[in-house]
């Protein structure tokens, strides 16, 4: 009877059906969405309500007024709306970069650094090892600081930073937009730009045409602004969010040009230092819209086998149960569900998230202090991404 009741059953899932961060699923988890994915709905209709309206009122123009003028415009307004929903769609529904986590802090053995090292203590669930909050790396010859993530239980890669809202570490962290209900990450920051830079031009095309139209009509200013209501609501729509939506624009061309992510000029990290990630403002703006997006680090759509001594898995309690795993399994290879990769190398050795494989911690902040020179790994050509 004890037996039985102490066996273990594996359960396949889908990985983001386990997945502990506080994001949402579609499609059997080809969308990815953060937990006020809600706020699409609205995003949606303050962009398709107005250019509905516009577009309705230039097809009525069409058929009542000079075809050869009023075509044109439907057609380019129309054009700008496709292309701001498809970018919306593609920054909003899409992973940003998530860093897969550990389900478990590396034991002694995997320290990549002296377990010696005197330092605070982490979190409770790391109260065995003495890890050092931050590690000095070099890049292009800059000493820039890495953190650990009590949540993910890893050091973090440059730039990168743990989402708060969504709990999960991103790559290039710039910020979270509840606009699109997302992380704006390395892998949807280029679509973020053309999104918010469509969406001002809209709002500019809108605001145009809304004013040639009622400048069109006959009369004085007044008479013809009520005789053309609905222009005249237009304009003073997309009068009022230009300055929103283009202001965001311009703000962010200036954080592309210098290399730089929202993150880091809020906190000011480069008014007393230099940037070590700034290549040149046509090198800054190549790297957003000409170098290629990297592939997902994670495949929520993957099968796991979930290990339960019970039976059975509580849905609501998925983050509970991951954290206190270290490891489950996919045939006959041992499987952190949410590092993504085997935990043993070729060697019997257990690995560390492939993208912090090549850095070196071997030097801590105390070790620094002691010797009084800079420590860690060097990366003179570390790409600014």
């Known amino acids: 009877m004890a037996a039985s009741e102490n066996a273990i059953t594996s359960k396949p899932r889908r990985l983001y059906q386990v997945w502990s961060g506080n994001n949402k699923f579609g499609c059997g988890g080809r969308i990815i969405l953060g937990p006020d994915g809600s706020s699409l709905y609205l995003t949606v209709f303050l962009i398709g309500c107005p250019a509905l309206i516009f577009c309705t009122k230039m ?14 415009i439907f057609i380019i307004g129309l054009i700008l709306t496709i292309l701001d929903f498809i970018f919306l769609s593609l920054t909003s529904l899409r992973d940003p970069g998530i860093i897969p986590r550990n389900s478990q802090p590396p034991p002694d053995s995997d320290l990549p650094y002296e ?5 605070d203590w982490v979190s409770q669930r790391t109260s065995s090892l003495k890890l050092p909050r ?8 800059h000493s820039v600081k890495i953190k650990f993530c009590d949540t993910c239980l890893l050091y973090r890669p440059p730039r990168a930073s743990h989402c708060s809202i969504c709990n999960n570490c991103v790559q290039k962290f710039d910020h979270h937009c509840p606009w699109v209900g997302q992380c704006i990450g390395l892998r949807n920051y280029p679509f973020f730009i053309c999104f918010i830079s469509s969406s001002t031009l809209l709002c500019i095309y809108v605001f145009t045409f809304s004013c040639i ?9 007044w008479n013809a602004m009520s005789s053309d209501f609905t222009s005249v609501v237009l304009i003073i729509y997309c009068f009022i969010a230009v300055w929103f939506v283009g202001g965001l624009t311009v703000f962010h061309f200036y954080l592309m040009c210098t290399n730089q992510t929202t993150y880091e000029n809020f906190r000011y990290r480069y008014d007393k230092k230099k940037n070590p ?3 040149g403002v046509v090198n800054n703006v190549m790297d957003v819209f000409c170098k290629r997006i990297p592939p997902s680090m994670l495949k929520f759509r993957q099968w796991v086998i979930v290990q339960d001594e019970m039976g059975s898995i509580d849905s ?13 399994y996919i045939g006959s290879h041992k499987y952190d569900l949410e ?7 070729k060697n ?14 071997s030097c801590s902040d105390d070790d620094l202090k002691k010797k009084k020179v800079g420590g860690g790994t060097k990366f003179p050509n570390y790409p600014s991404n």
């Open 213 to 221: 139209n009622v400048a069109r009509q006959d009369g004085n200013f």
């Open 277 to 279: 990630f700034r290549k």
């Open 316 to 328: 609501t309690n998925r983050g509970d149960y991951l954290g206190s795993h270290r490891g489950d």
């Open 115 to 119: 377990s010696s090292v005197h330092s």
């Open 59 to 72: 097809l009525y123009m069409i058929d009542n007024g000079n075809p050869h003028f009023e075509t044109p």
């Open 348 to 361: 019997g050795s257990k690995q560390f998230p492939m993208i912090m494989e090549n850095l070196d911690y």
């Open 339 to 345: 590092m993504g990769s085997n935990k043993f190398g």
């Open 134 to 141: 931050t590690k000095d790396i070099f890049i292009n010859g």
